[in-house]
T-cell receptor, first 113, second 116 residues
Framework: DGGITQSPKYLFRKEGQNVTLSCEQN?????MYWYRQDPGQGLRLIYY???????QKGDIAEGYSVSREKKESFPLTVTSAQKNPTAFYLC????????????FGSGTRLTVV | AQTVTQSQPEMSVQEAETVTLSCTYD???????LFWYKQPPSRQMILVIR??????QNATENRFSVNFQKAAKSFSLKISDSQLGDAAMYFC?????????????FGQGTRLTINP
């Protein structure tokens, strides 16, 4: 079945560590997105990529980095510069210029310990 | 900048009753798309319904329908014959095009509780 796989489901990070969240899709969708979800704030856009080897900052990119070396993969690194990384992270994809909404992964819950 | 506002942090309804969730948005675009997403306790985001701004007819999907008021920039979701499985967070979203790129802008969400 086509879909989006986010791993791991739960991730714990120590203060000062970088961690990488994985997002893999086999939908052959062009665009990929990373959103952060905090209670009471909805989803906020971190980074997005419309094509391979190209990506842009979203509204809250500080402390995060991404790469898009393959169409299928869009990993998100949470760096030590991100002061409050505990949150739920969602990866999403969109096919071309269609406006049928986005397809979302099942998310990764990141907790700083 | 495009913004989406959901003014009801929480709503509750009796099973089998009807409930309406509110959403307003701000935009200067004339052609755009609006969406309602459902996030159950599993936290999987599920597309419930979408509306094209150029269509005057309100979208419907089984028990889910919208009341789209373009001039008022309002996009409410009506759930008829509420079921226990409808309990979830509901997010209103607007498709924005910013610097040539498509993005979804989300509201803060409404937590819907279904009372048996």
């Amino acid at each position: 079945d086509g879909g989006i796989t986010q791993s791991p489901k739960y991730l714990f990070r120590k203060e000062g560590q970088n961690v990488t969240l994985s997002c893999e899709q086999n939908l052959n969708h062009d665009a990929m997105y990373w959103y952060r979800q905090d209670p009471g704030q909805g989803l906020r856009l971190i980074y997005y990529s419309q094509i391979v080897n190209d990506f842009q900052k979203g509204d809250i990119a500080e402390g995060y980095s991404v790469s898009r070396e393959k169409k299928e993969s869009f990993p998100l690194t949470v760096t030590s510069a991100q002061k409050n990384p505990t949150a739920f992270y969602l990866c999403a994809t969109r096919q071309g210029a269609q406006n049928y909404g986005y397809t979302f992964g099942s998310g990764t819950r990141l907790t700083v310990v | 900048a495009q913004t989406v506002t959901q003014s009801q942090p929480e709503m509750s309804v009796q099973e089998a009753e009807t409930v309406t969730l509110s959403c307003t948005y701000d935009t200067s675009e004339s052609d755009y798309y609006l969406f309602w997403y459902k996030q159950p306790p599993s936290r999987q985001m599920i597309l419930v319904i979408r509306q094209e701004a150029y269509k005057q007819q309100n979208a419907t999907e089984n028990r889910f329908s919208v009341n789209f008021q373009k001039a008022a920039k309002s996009f409410s979701l009506k759930i008829s014959d509420s079921q226990l499985g409808d309990a979830a967070m509901y997010f209103c979203a607007y498709r924005a095009i910013i610097q040539g790129a498509q993005k979804l802008v989300f509201g803060q969400g409404t937590r819907l509780t279904i009372n048996p």
